[in-house]
């Protein structure tokens, strides 16, 4: 009797290539791990040495502190600090006239400084940083 | 009588060349990502209508403990300016970005210095944020 010859031979894949497919997958997900975010928000601030030293009263200013935000030294709600802004900036049409000093307490979270310095750019504001210099006093002897 | 010795004609394997370029090919890359600060903890602030921030050489980060990192390096804020004027060198306008990083509870007292020095410097300061989708204040 003759016995058919099976030719369903079992393929298996070369083991000797595992390692290579193993460490090339390890790098492959490295590399997509170390992706950071990239989308922002582009911001133009005027350099410190060009910043004339505005004159008390002309500009519109923003007191940032950890929770609230106010223009002009009135403390506005979130969602009327762009409407306030656009308004006080009605009819500036220079870009000095325009300038917004944002002047933030040392405690003041970032997530609220971007947030509030996005809405004086929406509301057609140039941002100009002011900070609190500390500054050294002797006492006399 | 002398017999000859058979000589054998011995070559590198041409099988593997391609997962040795494949592999050269992501070691380069990694080298060339050696300024990477992907490995810093830090969150990104929320908000709307973010941009994308294309492509910097300079890279400023303040992470989650207020330390300031220049292209994964931590550095001290007096010389940030220079050191980010340095990397800047004379690229022209427009191309002069500077990616800047900062921690959401981050605060003022950190970053704000770090701002100004970017703007010292020259660069184009663009903050890396999350896309929020609730509206900011007043949109």
Same mark, same amino acid.
């Given at each position: 009797m003759k016995v058919p010859r099976s030719t369903k031979l079992m393929v298996e894949p070369s083991a000797v290539t595992t390692g290579d497919i193993a460490f090339n997958l390890i790098v492959f997900f490295l590399v997509c791990a170390s992706a950071s975010p990239d989308s922002g928000r582009r911001q133009e601030l005027p350099r410190s040495e060009t910043v004339a030293q505005p004159a008390k009263g002309q500009h519109v200013e923003v007191h940032?502190?950890?929770?609230?935000?106010? #223009?002009?030294?009135? #403390?506005?709600?979130?969602?009327?600090?762009?409407?306030?802004?656009?308004?006080?900036?009605?009819?500036?049409?220079?870009?000095?006239?325009?300038?917004?000093?944002?002047?933030?307490?040392?405690?003041?979270?970032?997530?609220?400084?971007?947030?509030?310095?996005?809405?004086?750019?929406?509301?057609?504001?140039?941002?100009?940083?002011?900070?609190?210099?500390?500054?050294? #006093?002797?006492?006399?002897? | 009588m002398k017999i000859q010795r058979k000589t054998y004609r011995v070559e590198v394997p041409s099988t593997t060349m391609g997962d040795i370029a494949f592999?050269?090919?992501?070691?380069?890359?990694?080298?060339?990502?050696?300024?990477?600060?992907?490995?810093?903890?830090?969150?990104?602030?929320?908000?709307?209508?973010?941009?994308?921030?294309?492509?910097?050489?300079?890279?400023?980060?303040?992470?989650?403990?207020?330390?300031?990192?220049?292209?994964?390096?931590?550095?001290?804020?007096?010389?940030?300016s220079q050191q980010v004027a340095q990397l800047l060198g004379d690229t022209p306008p427009g191309q002069r970005t500077v990616l800047l990083k900062v921690h959401r509870e981050a605060q003022a007292m950190y970053y704000e210095p770090a701002i100004e020095a970017v703007c010292e410097a020259g660069g184009d300061l663009v903050h890396i944020l999350e896309e929020s989708k609730e509206p900011g204040p007043g949109s």
């Open positions: 940032l502190t950890r929770t609230t935000m106010a #223009v002009n030294g009135d #403390v506005v709600r979130p969602r009327d600090f762009t409407p306030r802004l656009r308004m006080l900036l009605s009819g500036k049409v220079r870009p000095e006239d325009r300038v917004v000093i944002v002047k933030s307490r040392p405690e003041v979270p970032y997530h609220h400084w971007i947030a509030a310095t996005a809405g004086i750019e929406e509301a057609g504001g140039i941002i100009t940083i002011q900070r609190e210099e500390e500054r050294e #006093v002797r006492l006399p002897q | 592999n050269l090919l992501i070691f380069f890359m990694i080298l060339a990502r050696a300024n990477d600060d992907s490995y810093l903890q830090w969150q990104p602030a929320r908000l709307t209508d973010l941009q994308a921030a294309g492509a910097s050489r300079v890279s400023v980060l303040i992470d989650s403990e207020s330390k300031l990192y220049l292209n994964g390096r931590q550095i001290g804020v007096a010389t940030l």
